[in-house]
């Protein structure tokens, strides 16, 4: 069996107060920022991994992104994949979920035998959840998004869907585009050994050299999302403190409550 | 209001009335003079702190009764949230004045029952004086109020690329002031030292409302006779601390933390000592046993994962970032060598974050396994602590005790807890007061002592005469009271007089 990942190197969440915007062309500025594996796609690689030790399959990881992305990649392998790809082009910067759903989908083309795709339900920096959905239409398989559990059975899996007032649970034939929530699985730590291999780990850079991609179809030529504007949010208005001892504060409270109707849902 | 209303449970028996009674005067001197918080006293505390910071309804006075040590209880008659100095100055010198016991207080997060006022009296609260006065890049010095809660201290320091190592377990919930107080200590102690090495200045109040000022921005001071060593770690018992000047140190480009899976002790010691022999210093070198591990897995929300072993490890290495992977790289194959199956990586934040939440929880992940607990936090020389380790193991077997250990290991410093699951209170005491005594017997035999961090503080009182001769104890008592002749400030602690 061979399962491929695909990964997305994001920024730390804990850097958005550093994070800035390029006001020409609205795209995040990732210089000097610290970067993490996207935590929903640490979920996909630790699922695959999980999936090679019970049946022993071949675990692939990919990710588009600048060179240092290789960092991510690296880890994947120090968790326990078994071969990592980075797709690294300037011609590829700039793109949309459609450009990179495109562009994907042709390097696993050139990957060729494969079983199961998967990846997190969507990036926590641009969380449009389309990537999954756009590669496994490219490749013309089918997806099943937001899975937090996940059966291999010989040609097919089952899996259960998180969706919003219950759960579905559906199977599914090989190959198909997978995409997982974080109740899938808890990732492992990277061990020391893992790591120490994965750094001298060869990763290949596949450019538009090698993928030979119609330049109207990748980057931002190819990508028809115009971001018009990006802005920081305005704060949420304060919350309001009541002031006094106590029976005034319950007071104050109990009014507050009955002005706003704020127990209608319970009638 | 009963003054010093105590609702304590377990403590009663070996703890604050324990089986050690200090030679010759009574604990008795100075309650018997000291008088109540009467409308006239509260009228003149409104004067000074202004109405709003004077609390006595039983309601909002009952968060001041108690710090973390678990079922241990005394109310203040009043509560005084303070703004400066000079407030503070003025109520040390009315309670002096009119012999009323006063506790000062920091986030109320000790174990040890430091905060907790035993005679009633004043809660002299620093929650209001919690400003960062100053951050100087220059001299690599912060001036804080008290009131400063040390993580909040942390995360403003890192925006300017310094660092403050102290981290205890409680950070986002302890001050500055009392962690100056306990002399606390965290994790990162083992290369970094705990808060006396970085308290450089301290303004304080003497009970007498005397204002002192000792040391300064300065790295060297070899001027008097050590004041903040001696403020540093009294608990609160000589001076009511109003102003910390900390040292700091350059902000790590960059950690890493290791979790070592190890199922003997032994290969504990091993890898312990020969960290030692390639001279490299991790900024932390922690243990955690396997049902401690166990305990604060089931409590924390999305644990990290980990294997399952007897003990585990965990040791961080911060610097440089070719100077970490080098010693990471030694320190994996120390492991190897001592036939460690794995050795796993905490290498970005979040994982990182995962795994220091869960160390940070273990306490409360305890209590909450067993509310009636009792724990000690006894530090002996390092080349000492697994054999120590092994012997908590064996005297727990022997009393068939359940204990939860985990601590510094690095620093010679072990928490241990011992946790009730036997349903019998009467013998479940006598059982852990035999254990600890052997205990503590063993870890003094070894030239350890009974506190690491959390101080003497009310419970652990008894146990002084343990570790202090009669003469020590003299010296510290004659100092307590050229300090507080009357005996007002955090009476009751560490000694009685």
């Not at chain 1, 449009?128 to 899996?157: N, S």
């Not at chain 2, 970032?321 to 060598?337: A, H, N, P, S």
């Not at chain 2, 072990?414 to 017997?441: G, I, P, R, Y």
Request: hydrophobic content about 40%; overall charge neutral; charged content about 25%.
């Amino acid at each position: 069996m061979h399962i491929i990942v695909c990964i997305k190197q994001v920024p730390d969440t804990e850097e958005l107060p550093r994070v800035r915007v390029n006001p020409e062309d609205n795209t995040i500025v990732r210089e000097g920022i610290k970067s993490i594996i996207n935590p929903f796609d640490e979920n996909a690689i630790e699922e695959a991994i999980r999936i090679k030790e019970k049946n022993s399959a071949v675990v692939t990881v990919i990710s588009m992104g600048p060179p240092q992305a290789k960092d991510a990649l690296r880890k994947a392998l120090a968790m326990g994949a078994d071969k990592a790809i980075l797709i690294s082009d300037p011609v590829f910067a700039g793109s949309d979920t459609l450009a990179t759903s495109f562009t994907l989908s042709e390097a696993i083309r050139k990957i060729g035998n494969f079983d199961l795709i998967l990846l997190g339900k969507q990036a926590i920096d641009g969380d449009t959840a389309q990537v999954g959905p756009g590669l496994a239409e490219w490749l013309g398989i089918p997806q099943v998004t937001y899975v937090r559990r996940l059966e291999i059975k010989d040609k097919l899996i089952k899996v259960e869907r998180v969706l919003e007032d219950c759960f579905e649970i559906v199977e599914v034939k090989l190959p198909a585009v997978v995409t997982v929530t974080k109740e899938i699985n808890e990732p492992r730590y990277p061990s020391l050994k893992g790591l120490l291999r994965a750094r001298k780990a060869e990763i290949p850079v596949w450019g538009n050299d090698y993928l030979g991609l119609p330049l109207d179809k990748v980057g931002l030529d190819g990508s028809p999302t115009r971001v018009t504007k990006v802005f920081v949010p305005e704060p949420p208005p304060k919350g309001k403190i009541i002031e006094g001892d106590l029976n005034q504060k319950v007071e104050k409270l109990i009014e507050e409550i009955k002005k706003r109707d704020l127990l209608k849902w319970l009638r | 209001m009963t003054r010093g209303n105590r609702l304590s449970g377990v403590f009663g028996l070996f703890g604050v009335f324990g089986s050690f009674s200090l030679s010759g005067k009574s604990g008795e001197r100075g309650e018997m003079s000291y008088k109540r918080v009467t409308q006239k006293i509260i009228d003149k505390l409104e004067s000074i702190t202004g109405r709003e910071n004077v609390l006595t309804k039983e309601e909002d006075i009952e968060p001041y009764s108690h710090d973390e040590t678990p079922q241990l209880k005394f109310s203040p008659e009043v509560v005084v949230k303070v703004k400066d100095t000079s407030q503070v100055h003025q109520l040390l010198a009315l309670c002096n004045k009119e012999k009323i016991p006063i506790t000062p207080r920091g986030g109320g997060t000790g174990v040890t029952g430091g905060a907790v006022p035993v005679k009633g009296g004043v809660v002299l609260s620093f929650e209001k004086m919690n400003q960062i006065k100053d951050i100087d890049i220059e001299n690599q010095m912060v001036v804080v109020q008290p009131g400063v809660i040390n993580g909040n201290l942390q995360r403003e320091l890192e925006k300017e690329g310094l660092f403050y190592p102290v981290n205890p377990a409680s950070m986002d919930s302890c001050t500055i002031g009392g962690n100056v107080a306990e002399s606390s200590s965290g994790a990162n102690a083992v290369k970094y030292g705990g808060t006396k090495e970085y308290v450089c200045g301290i303004k304080a109040v003497l009970p007498s409302g005397e204002l002192i000022k000792a040391g300064g921005k300065l790295v060297k001071n070899a001027t008097d006779y050590r004041l903040i060593q001696l403020i540093t770690g009294s608990e609160g018992t000589l001076a009511a601390i109003t102003e910390i000047i900390l040292r700091t140190v350059p902000l790590p480009e960059t950690r890493v933390d290791l979790i070592v899976p190890v199922n003997k002790l032994s290969t504990v010691k091993n890898i312990i000592s020969k960290i030692w022999q390639e001279k490299i210093i991790p900024a932390s070198i922690e243990y955690i046993d396997e049902l401690t591990i166990k305990i604060t897995k089931d409590f924390v929300q999305q644990p990290p994962s980990l294997p399952v072993a007897h003990h585990y490890l965990l040791i961080g290495v911060d610097g440089k970032e070719e100077r970490v992977t080098k010693d990471i790289e030694i320190l994996g194959q120390i492991c190897m060598d001592e036939k460690v199956e794995d050795v796993l990586v905490a290498e970005d934040r979040p994982a990182r974050e995962k795994l220091w939440k869960l160390r940070q929880s273990i306490r409360d992940a305890l209590l909450k396994f067993s509310l009636t607990m009792v724990e000690e936090d006894i530090v002996v020389p390092r080349s000492k602590i697994t054999e120590f380790v092994e012997k908590i193991n064996q005297v727990c077997s022997e009393y068939s005790l359940t204990a939860g250990v985990f601590g510094h290991l690095g620093d010679g410093n072990v928490h241990l807890n011992l946790l009730k699951t036997s349903s019998c209170q009467d013998e479940w005491e006598k059982k852990v007061k035999k254990a600890l005594d052997k205990l503590f017997k063993i870890a003094i035999s070894m030239g350890g002592k009974i506190s690491g961090e959390h101080g003497i503080g009310l419970v652990k009182k008894a146990y002084l005469p343990l570790v202090m001769s009669p003469a020590e104890i003299d010296i510290i008592r004659k100092t307590k009271l050229t300090f507080d002749p009357n005996n007002i400030l955090n009476p009751g602690k560490i000694f009685d007089l």
